[in-house]
Structures are given as C-alpha cells and as structure tokens.
C-alpha cells in the first residue's frame, strides 16, 4: 500500500524512491510488525483475561502442565494481525504471491479460530471435529494450488527442485497440485503438533521464516539465482517482505510466550503459520528443502505417526507420550531444556537447509 504511494510521491519529491528498495522495506516490514506485537500483546492478554479465554490442559499428560491450565489462549490472533497489517503497508499489492500467502494465512487463520473458540467458549474438548478441519484446510489448499498452477507463466514456476543436484529440475504437471497440497496440509498440522510447549514452535518457525526470506530474495535475483543454479522466479522477491513480517510477529509474540508463557497462539496461529511456511516453500519452488529445514516440525508429525501406528498394529506404544517433546518430559527433562534442545536443532537444520543452495 505505501509502495503505491511511495511511488506517487517520488514525482515530487526523489527521495520516496527509497521505498522502492526491497531490502528496507523487508527492515520495515519486521520493525513495523515486532513493533505492533510488542505493543498490541498486554492489550490482547488482558482481553483474552476479561472474558477468560484460558488454555485447557489434558490431565493425562505431564503434570507440571497443570499449572498452565487458564493461561490465555488464541495470540496467534495477535501474530496474525501483526503480519497482515505490516505486509499489507509494505509489500507490492500487485504481486500474486502476496496474496496467495496472505489467502492460505487467512484461510486457515479462520480454521484454527473456529477450533479454538470451540474449545475455550464451547468448552467442548474435541474443538473442531477432526474431519472437518482437514475437510477445510484440504479445500484452502486444493484451491491455491489449482490457482497457481493455472497461472503460471514459466516453466520453473512447476518445476521440482532436488537439494543437491544443479541440473535435476523435473516438470511436475499436475502432480504440482498435489505437491502444494501436501506442503501446506502437511506443514500446517506439523506445526500444529509442535505447538505443545511455551515458545517450542514460534522459535522454529522465526528460523525457517528467515531463511526462506533468504532463499526467496536469491530466488527473485536474477544473478544470484543463475549462480546458485536454482529457478529465477521474478514474483518471489516480493515474498521477502511477508517472511520478514512473519518473523518480526514472531519474535513479537515470543516476548509474551518464552517460559513461563503469559498467552498461548493456539490453532488460530499455528495452523496459519505452519500453512504460511508450506505455501512459501511452494512458491519458491523448494518444497523438499523445507523438510529439511523444518525438520523439528518433521520430527513431532512423525512421532505422533509412528505412536499412533504401532499402538494399533502392535498394541505398544514407542514413545512415552506423543508428539516426542512430552516423551521428554515423562523421561524427566524440565520443559526449558526440552525447548532450548528443540530450538538448537532446529538451527542446524535451517542452516543445513542454506547449505545446500550452495551444494548442488
């Protein structure tokens, strides 16, 4: 929005042609939105107290959780507005990808909303019925995928790009839609599942978000593009801009959930955020590299896969509890070491994940 006006403004007077910059605006875009965190989240907690929206904690899981019971909950609506007003003032409105990622964000902004305003209000324990809520995030995501698919312009738009290997770039055809499917169902509900301890998911999320940032500012490079040997996508320098929102909220946010947490984001935030990160990974065209760098997110769908399938085939369970960071905890760590351990991995992965643009 300022981008546009920035623009008309430079007629009069040079200097607004400073907008113009990518990178400034990418500074702007994480100040403006730490800053609208940090400013709006006491506001929002002490609403969420008022009208006593608090966490619901499971009485069959670790019991130093007991004390959380009451905290509040849905900050991921604070995170959510942070992002959408820093990206809408300083991303370039024009750009398809911006709204393919604030529609993915949005959409499944509304999903988690609905889930948790049946938990917290209905006080009804299941929330949203499961069925229903991958109904809905399987229609936002078939939806942006056939989009996108029908709109692109340029072969490397649907093209696969394999970690490792500068020549490998298969044309995906349909199976695009289904990739994009998967990327966003599947990171949506990663995130989802990491979101169990206080600051266990945003921290991830700040990492992989930067580094995307990264990868999508080389990706609409033309030089840097050519000598990393990946796709030169033009539309995906802008997508700098929203990663660098999502970390500015993010780290917003943090401020009031670092341990002990003062408000939960809920699944209003982490189905959004982790959807976020899926259609990003699309669009700069490494989905795969996302696996690696989302690693930690891997890991929680992974477990909660493997416990649930050995407990029906077998009859035993694998972890102690599921997803892995409360089996930690049952085996006696104290949750700010499970947090920090989960936080150190996820910063060798994302920088594992950098290493390979260069490793090809």
């Not at 107290?49 to 009451?70: A, E, F, N, W, Y």
């Not at 509040?72 to 709204?99: E, H, R």
């Not at 995030?137 to 290997?165: C, D, G, H, K, N």
């Not at 033009?234 to 700098?240: I, Y």
Request: proline share 4%; net charge positive; charged share 10%.
């Amino acid at each position: 929005m300022l981008v546009w006006l920035a623009e008309y403004l430079t007629q009069y007077f040079s200097g607004f042609h400073v907008f113009s910059y990518l990178t400034l605006r990418a500074i702007l875009g994480i100040l403006t939105a730490l800053i609208m965190s940090l400013y709006l989240g006491p506001k929002l907690i002490r609403g969420l107290q008022r009208m006593q929206i608090g966490q619901t904690v499971r009485d069959d899981g670790p019991q130093s959780h007991l004390s959380k019971s009451g905290t509040p909950t849905m900050g991921g609506l604070l995170i959510l507005a942070a992002i959408f007003t820093s990206t809408l003032l300083w991303a370039d409105l024009s750009n398809k990808y911006v709204w393919a990622t604030l529609f993915v964000i949005g959409s499944l902004g509304i999903v988690g909303f609905v889930d948790d305003y049946r938990k917290v209000i209905r006080k009804d324990p299941k929330g949203l019925i499961a069925k229903w809520k991958y109904f809905w995030q399987s229609v936002i995501a078939l939806v942006v995928a056939t989009a996108l698919y029908f709109t692109s312009a340029q072969a490397s738009e649907t093209s696969l790009v394999v970690p490792f290997f500068k020549d490998v770039l298969p044309q995906l055809g349909l199976f695009y839609i289904v990739l994009t499917y998967f990327a966003i169902v599947g990171t949506s509900n990663a995130v989802n599942l990491t979101d169990g301890l206080d600051g266990l998911a945003i921290v991830p999320i700040i990492l992989v978000a930067a580094a995307l940032a990264i990868i999508a500012y080389l990706t609409g490079n033309i030089n840097f593009s050519a000598y990393l040997h990946i796709p030169h996508l033009p539309l995906a320098s802008e997508l700098v801009v929203v990663c660098t929102a999502i970390v500015g909220a993010g780290l917003g946010f943090l401020w009031f959930n670092t341990y002990p947490a003062q408000v939960f984001m809920g699944d209003v935030g982490s189905l959004a955020l982790g959807g976020a990160l899926g259609i990003i990974a699309v669009l700069v065209r490494q989905e795969l590299l996302l696996i690696i760098m989302g690693g930690v997110f891997v890991m929680e769908a992974l477990s909660v896969i493997l416990q649930v399938g050995s407990y029906k085939l077998r009859g035993q369970r694998i972890f102690r509890m599921a997803p892995i960071h409360h089996h930690y905890e049952l085996k006696g760590w104290p949750e700010p070491r499970v947090i920090v351990r989960f936080w150190i991995i996820s910063v060798v992965l994302v920088l594992a994940g950098l290493a390979t643009l260069k490793i090809r």
